[in-house]
Nanobody, 125 residues
Framework: QVQLVESGGGLVQVGGSLRLSCAASGRTIANYGMAWFRQAPGKEREFVAASDRFDSITNYQDSVKGRFTISRDNAKNMLYLQMNTLKPEDTAVYYC??????????????????WGQGTQVTVSS
């Protein structure tokens, strides 16, 4: 079992930045593929960014490439998402997720077994 708790969300103006954190407990995230997903009101949950368990491969949704950076500190059991140049369309609840190996696709929601409760990000124009 892996417990995940997100933090760092909030209200920010267009063009601003936020850093989301995800604290893991129960198991070391070094054994898991980790990712961020988001869900806007009335929409399905969508992939944002992922990091493989070796911290050697990262994937990003096209709309956040160049603006968001996923990182992990396995020693601290933490996952991060640095979000820059935020846009109104980035407004959503952001979720941290963990996928046990083998991970066939780091972008696929169904690969992820463990989820946090989410943190709200609101970008105002």
């Amino acid at each position: 079992q892996v417990q995940l708790v997100e933090s760092g969300g909030g209200l920010v103006q267009v063009g601003g930045s936020l850093r989301l954190s995800c604290a893991a407990s129960g198991r070391t995230i070094a054994n898991y593929g980790m990712a961020w997903f988001r869900q806007a009101p009335g929409k399905e949950r969508e992939f944002v960014a992922a990091s493989d368990r070796f911290d050697s491969i990262t994937n990003y949704q096209d709309s956040v490439k160049g603006r968001f950076t996923i990182s992990r500190d396995n020693a601290k059991n933490m996952l991060y998402l640095q979000m820059n140049t935020l846009k109104p369309e980035d407004t959503a609840v952001y979720y941290c997720a963990a996928a046990p190996p083998p991970v066939l696709s780091h972008t696929r929601l169904s690969e992820y077994r463990y989820w946090g409760q989410g943190t709200q990000v609101t970008v105002s124009s």
